[in-house]
């Protein structure tokens, strides 16, 4: 028998350089927690339309409990072909340009698996998501970080992309609307960006996960622009905005060369997405939208509220203008945000991620979710109001 600390040899260097999520690691702290108010995981609070569960349970009575095609099934990508067309005038050949995956999660993984050689530079505007550091790392990538600035409203500026590309430079991973900062870009923003892109040929892979979760303005998709499509592979799914997260079901999109690659991974891997999800992701393309537009309108609420008070308790927020996140300065306490996440969560019983974990600019700040009822998000507030005022600095 090998021990513990024996059978750690035979782990690969890369995994045990992975550091574990930093948002999973509050939200285990925050699993035990009682009376704790929850704003650290990105999860919307909503239970998935009765239509839609309805739908799901029906396909169960009726045994559809097959592998669908490796692809997904046509019929939902014909459905994702439709609804992009109307929704972000992205134009998608279902057969060839679309594929289901586990989650939008795994459509990242492939993504980057199929782009990637060893050494190559991606690119990865931070503050960013956890996830894409160590999937590049594990996938024998290098990671670029390109600062996006507070006082850029942490917008991707061509300043600061140039600044960061090299002669190595592959790939560039973005993702608005925007985890942790809930940033987007508009099409003035997008149209420098997109000539750099062009004149250093770079392939890009765009995580839209967010991207029915816009404020005031339209998600603009950078394939929609003229030569990106054929560089760009769109990745999105419907755990955030159609309040899916546990049925695992996402989908990318892009040139049919880039798919096929990403299929010939999924299939050895995956298989396919679970069978039931499609039926459901289907039902939510077809009936679904108009919850989906109520859930919306909810979340935006919550933000105006959850925003104001951030500001007024003394924790300067940007306004959020996509996705479900506040990003707060958390400057004026004098803490980090690893102290100050703790702290709030071992004192207050508020739950928030510190800003640290998303990378080279994040730290001095905090994700919060407002992905939570108005009476959660108001006791939060009051909380995080009284912590402030009665904590000392350290």
Known sequence: MFSEEGTGRFLS?????????????????????????????????????????????????EGQTQYTSNAGSMELREELSAYLADS??????????????VGSSEAVDLALRAVINRGDEVLIPAPSYVAYEPITHLHGGKIMEV???????????????????TPQSKALMIN????????????????????????????????????ELTYGSKHVSIASFPGMKERTIVIS??????????????????????IAGMLKIHQYTAMCAPTLAQIAAI????????AKDEMMASYNERRKLFVAGLNAIGLTCHEPEGAFYAFPSIAST?????QFALRLLEEAKVAVVPGHVFGSGGEGFIRCSYAASLINLEKGLERMGRFIRTTQPI
């Open 13 to 61: 260097s890369r995994v045990r350089d992975i550091r574990p999520s930093g948002i999973r690691a509050f939200f285990d702290l925050n699993a035990a927690g009682g009376d704790t108010i929850a704003l650290g995981v990105g999860e919307p609070d909503f239970v998935t339309p009765e239509k839609v569960r309805e739908a799901c349970i029906q396909a169960l009575r």
């Open 88 to 101: 972000f005038t992205l134009s998608y050949d279902p057969e060839q340009e679309i594929i289901v995956t």
């Open 147 to 165: 600062a996006a600035a507070a006082q850029e409203q942490f917008k991707l500026t061509p300043q600061a992309l140039q600044a960061a590309i």
């Open 176 to 211: 608005y609307p925007c985890n942790p900062t809930g940033t987007i870009m508009t099409e003035q923003d997008w149209l420098p960006i997109v000539e750099l892109i062009i004149k250093h040929n770079l392939v890009v892979i765009s995580d839209e996960v967010y991207a």
């Open 237 to 258: 799914g419907f755990s955030k905005a159609f309040a899916m997260t546990g049925w695992r079901v996402g989908y990318a999109c892009g040139p049919r060369e880039l």
């Open 283 to 290: 039902e939510s393309l077809r009936h679904g939208l108009a």
């Open 334 to 338: 004098g803490m980090s945000s690893q």
